[in-house]
């Protein structure tokens, strides 16, 4: 898939998270790589690059105090790696790429591991493809 058809996808998705989400987002950028670096895996303890999906850096919103002041905070989506993972699992990428922005939102909002399990079966039910998409 081009990169355009790719960002589309995570367009879509953004606009399919619940309002009372999206309203609390402030200073965060979505981005799109082909790969996780060297760096990156290493600092999430993965030594191969299609196991990481999606990466979130920066400041969680719930440390955040009222002095806080930076550069946006970065949620990566890997190309190349939710592409492999769709052709090894044989889940439609719409939903492989929804679980992991919710996956990285949850980490810029600061739920912890157990409160992320919980919300991403909240929304592994909702679809953001559009009517007649196959994803």
Same mark, same amino acid.
């Given at each position: 898939?081009? =990169?355009?058809?790719? /960002?589309?996808?995570?367009?879509?998705?953004?606009?399919?998270?619940?309002?009372? +989400?999206?309203? =609390?987002?402030?200073? !965060?950028? +979505?981005?799109?790589?082909?790969? %996780?670096?060297?760096? *990156?895996?290493?600092?999430?303890? +993965?030594?191969?690059?299609?196991? !990481?999906?999606? &990466? &979130? #850096?920066?400041?969680?919103? @719930?440390?955040?105090?009222?002095?806080? @002041?930076? !550069?946006?905070?970065?949620?990566?989506? &890997?190309?190349? %790696?939710?592409?492999? &993972? #769709?052709? /090894?699992?044989? /889940?439609? !990428?719409?939903?492989?790429?929804?679980?992991?922005?919710?996956?990285?939102? %949850?980490?810029? +909002? $600061?739920?912890? /591991?157990?409160?992320?399990?919980? *919300?991403?079966?909240?929304? %592994? $039910?909702?679809?953001? =493809?559009?009517? $007649?998409?196959?994803?």
């Amino acid at each position: 898939m081009n =990169r355009s058809d790719f /960002e589309r996808l995570i367009e879509r998705a953004i606009r399919k998270i619940p309002r009372e +989400f999206l309203d =609390r987002i402030d200073n !965060l950028t +979505f981005q799109v790589e082909d790969w %996780a670096d060297p760096e *990156i895996l290493d600092e999430v303890g +993965f030594d191969d690059p299609r196991d !990481l999906l999606g &990466y &979130y #850096r920066g400041w969680p919103l @719930s440390e955040r105090t009222h002095e806080y @002041s930076s !550069l946006p905070d970065v949620i990566t989506i &890997y190309q190349q %790696a939710v592409e492999n &993972y #769709r052709h /090894e699992s044989g /889940e439609p !990428l719409v939903k492989i790429i929804r679980e992991t922005i919710i996956h990285e939102l %949850a980490h810029y +909002f $600061g739920f912890s /591991e157990e409160e992320m399990d919980e *919300i991403e079966r909240f929304w %592994a $039910g909702e679809d953001i =493809r559009d009517e $007649g998409e196959t994803g």
